[in-house]
């Protein structure tokens, strides 16, 4: 069928999108909606017998633990996708899936809640009635109305107070829990002043210290002093209070800790007794723990996972292995297929389809590769089929539209060229680091829910790397300490080498968890205080914020903060991190743990690879100023003038006209990437081809920007960004890894 004369669609589109996008990009999932295929039949009896567990939960209620293990590269990470979805789209629970966890090990229980509360409410206030937490809430009062309909909202919290005596006898959770649907409900109606209380709500759920004026807007009583705080051992409390209300709707909480074996032991051994505790404690709730079987098995055998805890995380023991040709070659056609979705009807590519039907791929190389082996790591297939296509773009630029399409297919039976000679191993860790540094704060940055405000945890992110640059020449730090106890004014001793002499920095993260304003400027007030007042003086302070948590100051506190700045800036320095600063930190600690998951990987020669070893990951980031691009290390790190990690130049093109542009393109595309977009836009607006670098990082901020807010789905791979229509990934009947 020829296409209309109106539709976008022609075959020389379809040629553009070829030499432009490369459908096998993307060898690993980057959280857990992107816009990867999914192929069901893949590790299926393996998903299946997880979704046993979870129906067994829904049914008779209890907790089960399942270990998901596999090698790197099987599919773990898609697998945990497909279960997400299947969740989801069909009903069947709520799930939330933690990765990076960052904290001591005393903290590992209450980082476990903060960042599992967190997912659940989203990191947008005004977005809280889209959220899983307000929809458990929901569900439940709905199911204890007799499921006929929403009650009015005193009704509702009657139910609540009345479900209280069953899942909290104590009230310890449930007045937050109250306070969060009251003031969404009202906020979504328009009608509440006070709409910070669901954001106060939050933030004592996730554990974090309030003030006792803004804890009694909410329904809390402390013991005495001027802040409230959960107390500690009452995080299984929470998540079980949640589980609880989960099951009066029938829906089990899916709690999953993906990469955990990535984690320093004692943080491990922590968050195993956590993980040992909810699931002997929690009703209707399902933990999944995955890691790399080898060091699973390692860590279990050396008792960094004790026994006991062991029992329980493996009560189920789940393990992938690798997929056999055939399936193979399903994860192939699926990704050709969705490639091919928007040409299939161009009269022009028929013959071709019809020929073969991985046009534009080709089938007698898959062939080919599949039958070197009976199985194989998917992400070797498709890193193989990604240079396949690497191969056809080429070959398309060389020759031309015409004569390629003219000529596809006649060279399939000859040999390829000989590959170049593979750079310096360095070169090679550089480039994947360098690439997926960038992927990770672009990921964070599209799931800033994935970064909690918290100075905690900022305070142990930052210690956690430098660690990695202590003893290295490098830099001017010789050595840090943590500093412990309320009465310290510094979270941080920092000192560094100056002009031949020691220097003391002092380092307070001032990150206030009220959302009364009249509460965080006095928090903010007596923090700046302490650090005026404090002895021993460091030659230098440094005040680290973040932009979603400023310093609101009243004149007391202006005060304070007038007269550290009167010190001059070699005395004083007051940090702000915007989200881009703080992923940035967050990314630079996931790197070496992906190494040590031995999921970052460098091609060696033609169907060659090994894995990153920690270490050389942790060098690659010294050796490309990786933690001197971030402005708070910079300051602890060097004397030398910090660079800027600012590089998006300003817009000279109309953020309205891109994303008028954006959706339409993607009103008929299944997958774009702001690479392919930025080209398109270019050429379309008749701009020479130098401005299709500039045009790129201004249509991805502006492609992030439309994702932030919903209006288009989004996944990071490396420096760039695959955009679609929609969150949803595609799915096939027979489907992905």
């Avoid at 910070?196 to 009694?216: F, K, P, T």
């Avoid at 590519?349 to 998917?378: I, N």
Wanted: hydrophobic fraction near 40%; include cysteine.
């Amino acid at each position: 069928m020829m296409s209309s004369p109106n539709s976008p669609v022609d075959v020389r589109r379809f040629l553009r999108a070829v030499e432009e996008t490369n459908p096998f990009q993307l060898d690993a999932v980057d959280g857990i909606r992107g816009a990867e295929v999914d192929v069901g039949d893949i590790h299926k009896r393996e998903f299946e017998r997880i979704t046993r567990q979870v129906e067994i939960v829904r049914a008779k209620g209890g907790s089960v633990g399942i270990l998901l293990l596999a090698p790197a590269g099987i599919g773990k990470s898609h697998l945990l996708a497909r279960l997400d979805r299947w969740s989801r789209e069909e009903a069947r629970s709520t799930m939330i899936t933690l990765h990076n966890l960052v904290a001591a090990p005393s903290a590992m229980a209450r980082a476990v809640l903060a960042a599992t509360v967190r997912l659940l409410a989203g990191a947008r206030e005004f977005a809280f009635a889209q959220s899983d937490l307000y929809a458990i809430l929901n569900r439940a009062v709905c199911t204890l109305h007799g499921d006929r309909g929403a009650p009015p909202v005193p009704t509702r919290l009657a139910l609540l107070r009345e479900a209280a005596k069953r899942f909290d006898p104590e009230r310890t959770v449930f007045p937050a829990l109250e306070s969060f649907l009251a003031s969404t409900i009202e906020t979504a109606h328009g009608s509440d002043s006070e709409s910070w209380r669901a954001q106060l709500a939050v933030e004592w759920l996730s554990g974090q210290r309030i003030d006792s004026d803004a804890a009694e807007a909410i329904g809390l009583r402390g013991e005495g002093g001027d802040t409230v705080m959960l107390a500690e051992g009452m995080e299984e409390r929470v998540l079980a209070v949640l589980a609880g209300l989960s099951a009066l709707s029938h829906r089990p909480l899916i709690l999953c800790l993906d990469q955990v074996d990535n984690l320093e032991a004692e943080t491990i051994k922590s968050l195993a007794r956590f993980v040992h505790t909810l699931v002997d404690h929690a009703n209707n709730l399902v933990v999944v723990t995955s890691g790399v079987k080898s060091e699973m098995l390692r860590l279990h055998a050396a008792s960094v996972i004790p026994d006991a805890a062991w029992d329980r995380m493996a009560r189920i023991s789940v393990e992938l292995l690798p997929v056999l040709s055939g399936d193979a070659k399903k994860i192939v056609t699926a990704r050709v297929e969705q490639f091919i979705g928007p040409f299939r009807q161009l009269a022009a590519l028929e013959a071709h389809r019809r020929k073969d039907p991985l046009f534009p791929l080709g089938t007698t190389e898959l062939d080919a590769y599949l039958e070197r082996a009976p199985e194989h790591r998917p992400r070797d297939v498709i890193k193989a089929c990604r240079d396949r296509w690497s191969y056809h773009q080429m070959r398309l630029r060389e020759l031309g539209d015409q004569p390629w399409l003219d000529h596809w297919g006649l060279d399939s039976t000859k040999p390829p060229p000989p590959p170049p000679s593979p750079p310096p191993t360095e070169e090679l860790i550089d480039k994947v680091v360098d690439s997926k540094v960038k992927e990770l704060v672009s990921e964070r940055r599209l799931k800033p829910e994935r970064l909690p405000a918290s100075g905690d945890r900022l305070k142990e992110l930052v210690r956690q790397l430098l660690g990695l640059c202590r003893d290295n020449p490098a830099y001017t730090l010789v050595d840090f300490e943590v500093c412990s106890g309320k009465a310290s004014a510094y979270d941080l001793w920092v000192t560094e080498k100056s002009e031949g002499r020691e220097v003391l920095n002092g380092v307070t993260f001032i990150v206030p968890t009220s959302a009364n304003p009249k509460s965080l400027a006095m928090a903010t007030t007596n923090a700046l205080k302490s650090i005026v007042n404090a002895t021993p003086v460091p030659a230098h302070r440094i005040v680290v914020t973040l932009d979603e948590k400023p310093l609101r100051l009243g004149p007391k506190g202006n005060e304070y903060l007038k007269a550290l700045s009167d010190l001059g800036s070699q005395a004083f320095t007051h940090i702000e991190l915007k989200i881009e600063d703080y992923a940035l930190l967050d990314s630079l600690l996931a790197v070496p743990r992906l190494a040590k998951s031995d999921e970052l990987e460098i091609e060696t020669g033609p169907g060659q690879s090994r894995a990153i070893t920690e270490k050389e990951a942790e060098r690659s980031l010294h050796r490309g100023q990786w933690f001197l691009r971030s402005k708070l290390l910079a300051e602890l790190l060097t004397e030398e003038p910090r660079q800027s990690t600012n590089t998006i130049t300003p817009s000279k093109y109309s953020v309205s006209d891109v994303e008028a542009f954006l959706r339409k393109e993607l009103s008929w595309r299944i997958l774009f990437t702001a690479r392919e977009a930025a080209a398109v836009y270019v050429e379309l607006h008749q701009y020479s081809k130098d401005a299709i670098p500039s045009a790129w990082r201004q249509i991805k901020e502006i492609a992030l920007a439309m994702a932030q807010r919903g209006v288009l789905g989004a996944s990071a791979s490396g420096d760039d960004l695959v955009l679609t229509s929609s969150h949803a990934p595609t799915t096939t009947s027979s489907s992905t890894s």
